[in-house]
Every structure is written in structure tokens, then in C-alpha cells.
């Protein structure tokens, strides 16, 4: 099953409303997590499925698959 991975070369979390990623609320099973906004997302690969829901909800454009 893929897994969503981050570019941290295009993560962007100040250009996110509040510098919360816009892809946390886009994942339905919230693999994707900040300690504290504008911090960078961390993933949980043991929560992500592989849905690409986050694709669509980055802005950047920073989340892949693997």
C-alpha cells in the first residue's frame, strides 16, 4: 500500500491558514499532525492508507506517494 510522504523542500506551513496544514483536515484518518503551527506536518506512516487525499488539500503541492 503507498504511503504519503513530504516534500520539505515545498512545504510551505506559513502560506496555510493560520500555519496549520491544510492537508491535516483533508486526511481521514489524521496522519498528519503538527506540534505547533507553522511547525513542519509529520506523518504517521502507521495511520496513513495511502487514500491521496492529502495531495488535494496541500497547496504546495509538497505531499507524494511511495
Do not use: H, S, W
Not at 16 to 34: L, S
Not at 39 to 58: E, L, S
Amino acid at each position: 500500500m503507498p504511503k504519503a510522504m513530504l516534500n520539505v523542500d515545498k512545504c510551505q506551513p506559513e502560506q496555510c491558514a493560520n500555519g496549520v496544514c491544510a492537508a491535516r483536515k483533508d486526511c481521514p484518518t489524521k496522519a498528519i499532525y503538527q506540534e505547533e503551527p507553522l511547525d513542519m506536518p509529520v506523518i504517521d506512516p502507521f495511520r496513513c492508507r495511502g487514500c491521496t487525499k492529502c495531495m488535494n488539500g496541500c497547496p504546495m503541492r509538497a505531499f507524494y506517494f511511495v
